[in-house]
């Protein structure tokens, strides 16, 4: 990524130092904010909710009995339900 800042130069590697500088995040933000808007081709739907039920039904197949008590599966697509109905339709945007 290419920031201008007149403290860095344009190919400098930022350092930890450099990303705790509020200046600099913002500048890191803005760019990322412009990346994300970038018109892409493609469907514009979510694909977020079907993604979490196929990645649960992998899980469920591959684990046993043992692992899906202890990481609570048979919970986690009331969960992902619950999530969809509260963050559907709230200014949903597909980014790149």
């Not at 048979?74 to 969809?84: H, M, Q, R, T």
């Amino acid at each position: 990524m290419v920031i201008s800042y007149s403290r860095i130069a344009c190919t400098q590697m930022l350092s930890a130092a450099d990303l705790r500088d509020p200046e600099i995040s913002e500048l890191i933000a803005k760019k990322l904010r412009e990346f994300h808007d970038l018109h892409m081709p493609g469907p514009k739907d979510v694909s977020l909710w079907q993604r979490l039920r196929r990645w649960l039904e992998q899980a469920r197949v591959r684990c046993s009995e043992e692992e899906s008590k202890q990481f609570q599966l048979n919970k986690l697509g009331d969960e992902i339900a619950l999530l969809e109905k509260a963050l559907s339709g709230v200014n949903q945007t597909v980014g790149f």
